[in-house]
C-alpha cells in the first residue's frame, strides 16, 4: 500500500515538473516517513554512498573530462572538416557529415548531450548558412546524437556494466554495429531528403583535400582506439582507459593543437564537475528508490506477471520491455531509468536466456531514444534552445529520423547477433 502510494506520488512530480534529482531523493524520504521507522533512516546514507562507490563508475568523470577536453580542444571543427572533405561532394553531403561527425563524437565523448551542443554550434549554422531549413539541420543534429551512449565509450554502457555485472568491454564492443546502422540509416534519409528538398552540394572532391583534413583530425579519432584497445587487451581497466583518455585529450589540446588557456580549462573542469555531480546525484538517490523496490519484492512480482502473461514468449517479453524503456525515457534520465529497471530485466533475461550484454545495448538504445522524446527530452530541448525553435516544431522536423531510429531499435532487439558478434569474435 505505502510502495502504491508512492508510485502516485512519483507520477504526480513527474507532471509538476520538478527535476527527476529531486523527486528519486523525495519519494524515498515519503518512504521512510510513511513506513513509521520499519527501515533504519541510516539506510539512505548508506544506499547515497554505496551507489556512488563502485569502481567501474569511476569512469564517468574521466570520460565526461576527456570529452570536454576533446571538444574544447577544437577538435569538432576538425572533424567537421574532415567529414566534409570526405562527403561534401553529394548532394545533402553537409547533412551527411553532420551524421558521420556525431559518430566520431560519439567515439570521443559519450555523452549525446555534449555532442549536441557542440555540432549544434559549429555545424548547424554552416548548414543553415548553405541552404538547409534550420528545424531539418537541428532535427537530425538531435536524433544523430544518439549515436553517442552507443559507439563507445558510452558512460551509460558502464552505469549498465556496473548495475548488471557484465563486461563493460563486451557492451563497448556490442555497441558499434547498432551505432554504426543507426548511422548509415539516417544518412541514407539525409540524402533522400536533400535530393527531395533540393539542398545544395557544398564543394568538389579533392583527395588532397581529404588527406589534408584527415592528417587534422586523426589524432582525435585516435582517443577511441585508445580507450579500447587497452581494456579490450586487458592492459587496462574501463575506468583506467578514461583516465589516460584524459591525458591524451589534454596533451593533444595543450602541447599539440595549443588551443587551450589556463580561461578554457577552467570553464571545462567546471563544466565537468557539473555534469558529472549531476550524474552521481542521479545515482545515489536511484540506488535508494531501487533499494526500496527490491524491498517490497516488486522486481520478483513484475518478473512472474510477465512471465505468466507471455507465455514464457521471449520475443513479445523483449517488445514489452522496448515499450516500457521508451515510454520511461520520455520522463526519466538514462542513468535513473537503468538504475531502476536493471534490477527488474537482468533476472527476467536470465530465466529467457536473454544474452545481458544484448540487452543492455537494447536498454541503453531505448533510453538515449528517450534524450530526444518530450516531455523531459534533454537533447531536444538544447537542440530547440540552440536553435531558436519552439520544441513542437523541432520534433515535428526531427520525427522522420526517431521513427528510423525505433526501426533500428526493433532491428538490434530480434537480432541478437547484431550485438554479440564482435565480442564472440574477441
Known amino acids: 500500500m505505502i510502495l502504491a502510494a508512492l508510485l502516485v506520488l512519483f507520477a504526480v512530480f513527474i507532471l509538476l515538473g520538478i527535476p527527476i534529482a529531486y523527486i528519486l531523493g523525495l519519494v524515498p524520504v515519503g518512504y521512510f516517513l510513511l513506513s513509521s ?21 569511476m569512469a564517468i568523470p574521466f570520460f565526461v573530462l576527456a570529452g570536454n577536453l576533446m571538444n574544447g580542444g577544437g577538435i569538432t571543427k576538425r572533424l567537421i572538416n574532415f567529414c566534409n572533405a570526405l562527403v561534401g561532394h553529394i548532394r545533402g553531403g553537409l547533412a551527411v ?8 563524437l560519439g567515439g570521443i565523448s559519450g555523452s549525446a548531450n555534449a555532442d549536441t551542443a557542440a555540432l549544434g554550434v559549429a555545424l548547424v549554422p554552416e548548414m543553415v548558412e548553405k541552404g538547409y531549413d534550420k528545424d531539418f539541420a537541428m532535427g537530425l543534429t538531435v536524433a544523430a546524437n544518439t549515436v553517442g551512449p552507443i559507439i563507445p565509450p558510452s558512460i551509460s554502457m558502464v552505469v549498465y556494466g556496473s548495475l548488471a555485472g557484465v563486461s563493460v568491454g563486451a557492451l563497448f564492443l556490442g555497441g558499434f554495429v547498432p551505432g554504426i546502422l543507426i548511422g548509415l540509416v539516417l544518412s541514407v534519409m539525409a540524402i533522400i531528403f536533400s535530393a527531395v528538398r533540393k539542398y545544395p552540394k557544398t564543394g568538389k572532391f579533392s583527395f588532397k583535400n581529404l588527406w589534408l583534413s584527415f592528417k587534422q583530425a586523426i589524432l582525435a579519432l585516435g582517443m577511441p582506439v585508445i580507450i579500447l584497445g587497452g581494456v579490450l587487451t586487458g592492459i587496462c581497466t574501463p575506468t583506467e582507459a578514461a583516465a589516460v583518455a584524459v591525458v591524451y585529450s589534454f596533451i593533444i589540446g595543450f602541447f599539440v593543437f595549443k588551443t587551450f588557456t589556463l580561461k578554457s580549462l577552467y570553464s571545462i573542469l567546471e563544466d565537468t564537475i557539473v555534469l558529472s555531480a549531476s550524474i552521481f546525484v542521479i545515482i545515489g538517490f536511484s540506488n535508494i528508490l531501487a533499494y526500496l523496490v527490491a ?9 512472474d506477471w510477465l512471465l505468466a502473461s507471455t507465455g514464457n514468449n521471449k520475443y513479445l517479453v523483449l517488445f514489452i520491455i522496448n515499450v516500457i524503456l521508451l515510454i520511461m525515457g520520455m520522463f526519466l534520465d538514462p542513468s535513473a531509468s537503468m538504475i531502476l529497471l536493471t534490477p527488474i530485466l537482468v533476472p527476467i533475461a536470465k530465466t529467457l536466456g536473454i544474452d545481458l550484454i544484448h540487452l543492455g545495448v537494447v536498454v541503453v538504445m531505448n533510453v538515449t531514444i528517450g534524450l530526444t ?9 538544447i537542440g530547440a534552445s540552440m536553435a531558436n525553435l519552439p520544441v513542437m516544431k523541432l520534433f515535428k522536423a526531427m520525427a522522420p529520423f526517431l521513427a528510423a531510429n525505433i526501426a533500428v531499435l526493433l532491428l538490434v532487439t530480434y537480432c541478437p547477433q547484431l550485438v554479440t558478434m564482435l565480442s564472440q569474435l574477441v
Open 37 to 57: 521507522g520499519s527501515v533504519p533512516s541510516i539506510i539512505l546514507s548508506q544506499k547515497i554512498i554505496g551507489g556512488c562507490t563502485s569502481f567501474t563508475l
Open 97 to 104: 557529415a553532420d551524421v558521420i561527425c556525431s559518430m566520431f
Open 295 to 303: 524491498s517490497e519484492r516488486m522486481p520478483q512480482l513484475i518478473c
Open 373 to 381: 522524446t518530450p516531455p523531459v527530452g534533454t537533447c531536444l530541448y
